[in-house]
């Protein structure tokens, strides 16, 4: 782990889960896997505040245990995982997926899954109908089949799975610490995979019957009062009491890597020239990355995350599977298909000539062109367009000599010679040396300019890191700035909110609101402006992580 | 044999008869002839006769004296050179020899220094005069930008001494380059969206959004935005540029020969293309693009909390 993602990770924490765990989770992150009895010694924070802060994190997947090192008997230890923990920046893609996929109800689901780590069925389905009972107008409400259902489809889709089981007993951590030989995880290999259980993506049968409930404002909302009355009387008994869920994340990075290449396609592909200007929809607009999106639907389940590329599909199977309202002709399909594998960037192999012509969808290929053309995309816009034709002259090249570069960029030597340089300072190009003569006299040296895809992505994902976390430290800092501002208005707020429950008098009420001054609301109508502004740049920058993270990992797997 | 040598010396016919038949024997090998030849040629001629003869002829400039692997050499200068040289020194002839030779390409005075063995100054004294006589010229070259190069001075010089169309005055054109590398480009964006609005079948409609380079040629010659003649290699080469621009690409077809444009039966189809994504995530964000981004730690002198890239892109 680096500096960069030990910060990131450490700002994530606090804000997410407040200052104890941040400090507990850095530790950990730190120091490697480490027991109890240490972790309270070396952060020096009592042993109660540290096993709630192991607690939070294990909830959310964020630290696991296991028997100690020392063998049977000796204490059980603990240990971060980075990766979770940066999973964090991506939870509003999580929720913003699951309501694309399955509209208001899966995105409360995954909300709620996300915020509390793991819950039973049952009490996710009955807290998402109530929130949405809650939204909708007054005298309506929502079936707990109908969220039960989408339940269900998440589940189906392998959006949602159930934990794996650690120990008779749940929580896993009140029973974790100190007990020697904990019939916890099997033995040290590591933590067990929650697919390894065969009913990982089982639904169990519930027995639940209502709607959810409409809280009333000022009346204290606890949680059991959500079911029905007929429902009360068997209170916690649903039938899948100790089943936990938890969000299948790989799957989640597996949509967002099939949705990256898809509209890859789109924009090589489909997309009308943009000085076209006009938007158009004809029946081939947008064919291309359709028969990609079909393609990647149907080899879901037959090809496996790590694959390289999709399993072998005939053109005969993909042009029963196109949607309906893509009415394309079965010879104009074989020429989209053959356009797709003729394209330089390869989202598309044909491997075969059976069933009117075998194809796959490269995904490693599709990957590896995604990150190139990121790094390009970085250079373009922080060094501008000639300085990213030198740099893509490299790419392409693999090895140049400066007068080489200077002529196949056409670029005068000099200015030539000055892009090359920072680029080589910012560590995006490298330059090597090739002696002719042992004594590596200069005259005598090739000297040669080269870019290393793998390095940098590796370098430009540390630099996304810093450049989130950055983003996080100035939001941290500007609402700091504003926070007497900030809390006023939302005194404000419940004072307002009080008096109209209450049926106060209009005049009343703007006296209130007119507690905030004109140069005040301003002020926070900009400071809303600005968080808004480096939330989303942070979920963009995440964008960019995901790409690279997903590249670098899948070059590991292609050269194991 | 002194006897015999005033003879002769005497008889200029004779010697002129021996001029014109060596000077025969140099137009029949334009390559230059050998002492060895010339005496094949007239068994009875002496030595000292015919070095006689040469030597005038050497003196008037006629004959050029050159030395290879089997000895020395002598060759027909043309007639127009010989008269340019009138009035000139054998040092000044010897430079203007080195510096024909060196043909298209041109020589620089240090090359010119070993081959005369004369003296810089001298050297340099010599191209002064030769150049206020117009019979030579210094060519920058493109490829040291203080490196002069002489030749003969109605000699066209060879691009790897001037860069061909892309150097004026030895400067690269670097303008000329983008306004073309724009042109090339506006001109295959337009053959692709031709292609698009013709909604024809996706093949048909990919194929023609192909130009071969031939066509392009053609097209940047009658806009006519280019003073020097550009040939089909320099729209390759500017092709080549939009290639590494990411906004072109490729292919090679075979083509039939003769066909217009195909060079080895072989041709080259570019095609304007689109990018695969937008601008990444990291670079719209200030720290994406930062110049001091390196230096820059919370609580450090540079700052996320007091950045001012922050602050304007925040109020933008
Ligand atoms: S916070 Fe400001 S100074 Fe720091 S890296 Fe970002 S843009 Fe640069």
Redesign the pocket.
């Known amino acids: 782990m680096t500096a960069q993602e030990a910060r990131l990770c450490g700002l994530l924490l606090r804000e997410h889960f407040g200052e104890v765990v941040e400090k507990i989770g850095t530790h950990l992150l730190r120091s490697g896997a480490q027991n109890l009895r240490t972790i309270v010694n070396e952060s020096g924070t009592p042993i109660d505040l540290v096993k709630k802060s192991l607690c939070v994190l294990m909830k959310h997947g964020a630290c696991r245990f296991s028997i100690g090192r020392k063998g049977p008997g000796s204490p059980v230890e603990y240990q971060a995982s980075c990766e979770r923990i940066l999973g964090i920046l991506r939870y509003p893609r999580y929720i913003y997926t699951a309501k694309t996929l399955y509209s208001d109800t899966g995105e409360l689901i995954i909300e709620e899954l996300l915020q509390r780590g793991h819950m039973t069925m049952s009490s996710i389905v009955k807290m998402v109908a109530d929130r949405l009972t809650h939204n909708m107008e007054e005298g309506r409400s929502i079936e707990y089949n109908e969220v039960v259902s989408t339940f269900s489809k998440l589940v189906e889709t392998h959006f949602l799975q159930r934990c794996p089981p650690v120990s008779e007993v749940v929580p896993p951590v009140s029973t974790a610490p100190t007990v020697p030989g904990a019939p916890a995880a099997p033995v040290s290999t590591g933590p067990p995979t929650p697919e390894s259980f065969s009913d990982c993506y089982l639904v169990p049968s519930v027995s639940l019957a209502g709607r959810g409930k409409r809280r009333r404002s000022g009346e204290d909302v606890v949680l059991d009062q959500g079911t029905t009355k007929k429902a009360k009387t068997d209170l916690q008994t649903h039938g899948d009491e100790g089943i936990y869920w938890q969000v299948n994340f790989e799957r989640f990075h597996l949509h967002f890597r099939d949705q990256t290449i898809i509209s890859a396609v789109a924009s090589k592909l489909d997309q009308a020239w943009e000085s076209l200007g006009t938007s158009r929809f004809d029946s081939d607009y947008e064919t291309s990355s359709e028969i990609v999106r079909t393609m990647l639907r149907m080899s879901e389940v037959t090809t496996t995350p790590s694959a390289s590329c999709t399993q072998a599909l005939s053109a005969n199977e993909v042009f029963r599977s196109l949607p309906a309202n893509y009415s394309i002709s079965r010879p104009i399909l074989d020429q989209y298909l053959t356009l797709l594998v003729d394209d330089p960037m390869e989202f598309v192999g044909k491997t075969g000539d059976s069933g009117g012509g075998m194809y796959v969808v490269n995904l490693h290929k599709a990957l590896t062109n995604l990150a190139r053309a990121t790094l390009e995309s970085v250079v373009q816009e922080k060094f501008g367009s000639r300085s990213a034709r030198i740099f893509r002259l490299l790419l392409r090249k693999r090895h140049l000599e400066q007068k080489q570069v200077e002529d196949f960029a056409m670029i005068p030597a000099k200015e030539a010679k000055d892009m090359l340089y920072t680029l080589m300072s910012e560590n995006l190009v490298l330059l090597q040396e090739l002696p002719k003569t042992p004594d590596h006299a200069p005259s005598r040296t090739f000297y040669l300019y080269t870019v290393n895809q793998l390095a940098t992505a590796r370098m430009l994902l540390q630099h996304c890191y ?2 989130v976390a ?1 983003l996080i ?2 939001r941290l800092f500007q609402t700091k700035e504003s926070k007497r501002l900030l809390e006023k208005s939302q005194r404000i707020e419940a004072i307002m909110a009080s008096l109209q429950a209450s049926g106060a008098e209009p005049e009343q009420l703007t006296e209130v609101e007119e507690m905030i001054s004109a140069p005040e609301k301003q002020q926070l109508e900009s400071l809303r402006h600005h968080i808004n502004k480096l939330d989303s740049a942070e979920n963009q920058v995440d964008e960019t992580i995901f790409l690279l993270k997903s590249y670098v990992a899948s070059t590991a797997r292609i050269t194991r | 044999m002194a006897d015999a040598k005033v003879k002769k010396e005497c008889d200029p016919a004779d010697a002129a008869v021996i001029e014109n038949r060596i000077k025969e024997l140099c137009i029949q090998f334009p390559q230059g002839i050998t002492d060895q030849v010339i005496q094949n040629d007239m068994p009875h001629l002496e030595p000292t006769q015919r070095a006689m003869v040469i030597n005038k002829l050497l003196s008037v400039g006629q004959l050029d004296l050159l030395r290879n692997s089997s000895g020395l050499l002598y060759r027909m200068k043309d007639a127009q050179s010989a008269s340019k040289m009138k009035g000139s020194d054998n040092q000044e002839k010897l430079v203007y020899q080195i510096i024909e030779d060196a043909g298209n390409k041109g020589i620089w005075t240090r090359d010119m220094r070993f081959k005369s063995n004369l003296p810089l100054t001298e050297v340099n004294k010599i191209l002064k005069n030769l150049e206020s006589k117009k019979l030579i010229k210094a060519v920058k070259s493109v490829a040291a930008s203080k490196k002069k190069v002489y030749m003969l001075y109605n000699v066209q010089p060879d691009r790897s001494v001037t860069g061909g169309a892309w150097y004026s005055d030895q400067d690269f054109e670097s303008e000329f380059v983008e306004v073309l590398n724009q042109q090339c480009f506006k001109f295959l964006q337009s053959k692709a969206e031709v292609a698009r609005d013709s909604k024809q079948s996706p093949m048909i409609q990919r194929n023609s959004s192909f130009a071969t380079s031939h066509e392009v040629w053609k097209y940047i010659c009658e806009l006519g935005i280019s003073k020097v003649d550009l040939s089909m290699e320099d729209i390759e080469t500017i092709l080549n540029t939009l290639i590494y621009d990411g906004k072109v690409e490729m292919t090679i077809i075979a083509a039939k020969e003769g066909t217009v444009g195909s060079v080895d039966g072989q041709m080259k189809l570019f095609r304007g293309v689109n990018p695969i994504i937008q601008p990444t995530g990291l670079v719209k ?3 994406g ?5 390196d ?2 730690h919370e609580g450090g002198e ?3 909390s007091r ?4 602050t304007e892109w925040l109020n933008f």
């Open positions: 810093k450049a950055n430290d100035r | 964000t200030p720290c693009l930062c110049p001091v981004f230096e820059c540079i700052s996320p950045c001012i890239y922050m």
